[in-house]
């Protein structure tokens, strides 16, 4: 079953824009992170928030957590061709087990 | 340089001939886990492991199989592999199953079932 789910699917937009992703999941968690995948290639782990933070920020990322409404935004500020990628939420289910739960993800273009 | 090592890249094979993935990391993690990727579906955990000769199943487990006999290898295995288990595979390892809280992920297997 999926725990998160990414919205948009797809998003594209002009360099130098904002780009929001936002993710929603459907239990208790101990915390929600945010890998990139390029292309097909591996993912890489951009940033994660425990359940007990609202906010943190990672260079141009911003990523808030709002655990009442079991959701999660990934801000990426002053985006540039490079960060053309999809995006994934993983969450880590507060239910005594040992899974890392991933999202269908976004997919970002950013047009130069 | 700490990596995890998935090979081969690319496979292509027949219904029914049986095939190892194999996935090494050199980061003394505790946790290794299997994953592969469909359009539209994102990442679907196989198997994990929290240490040597631990695993267990993950949401998509049919059909595969795991070992861990030594810390640094999870490799997986089809025993008869089948059309639909044609996807994209990614072995990931994190420090410990109590910090699954960044996992380190393979290049990935391109797998296709004729």
């Known amino acids: 079953s999926q725990q998160g789910e990414e919205d948009p699917q797809a998003l594209s937009i002009q360099e130098g824009e904002n780009a929001t992703m936002n993710c929603s999941y459907k239990t208790s968690i101990n915390n929600l992170q945010w890998y990139r995948q390029n292309s097909g290639r591996g993912l890489v782990h951009l940033i994660l928030?425990?359940?007990?933070?609202r906010e943190k920020h990672s260079g141009r990322l911003r990523v808030t957590l709002d655990t009442s409404k079991k959701s999660s935004s990934l801000l990426i500020t002053a985006s540039r061709a490079a960060d053309t990628a999809s995006y994934f939420c993983?969450?880590?289910?507060?239910?005594?087990?040992?899974?890392?739960?991933f999202g269908a993800g976004t997919r970002l273009f950013v047009k130069a | 340089e700490a990596q995890v090592t998935q090979n081969p890249r690319y496979l292509i094979t027949v219904t029914g001939k049986k095939l190892t993935v194999t996935c090494s990391q050199n980061m003394n993690h505790e946790y290794m886990s299997w994953y592969r990727q469909d359009p539209g579906l994102g990442l679907r955990q196989i198997y994990y492991?929290?240490?040597?000769?631990?695993?267990d199943k993950g949401d998509v487990p049919e059909g595969y199989k795991v070992s861990r006999k030594e810390k640094r290898n999870f490799p997986l295995i089809l025993e008869s592999p089948s059309p639909n288990q044609t996807s994209l595979y990614f072995c990931?390892?994190?420090?410990?199953?109590?910090?699954?809280?960044?996992?380190?992920f393979g290049s990935g297997t391109q797998l296709s079932v004729l």
């Open positions: 993983a969450t880590d289910p507060d239910t005594g087990g040992f899974k890392t739960i």
């Open positions: 492991s929290m240490n040597v000769e631990v695993t």
């Open positions: 990931a390892s994190s420090l410990s199953q109590g910090a699954r809280e960044k996992l380190f």
């Open positions: 928030i425990r359940s007990n933070e």
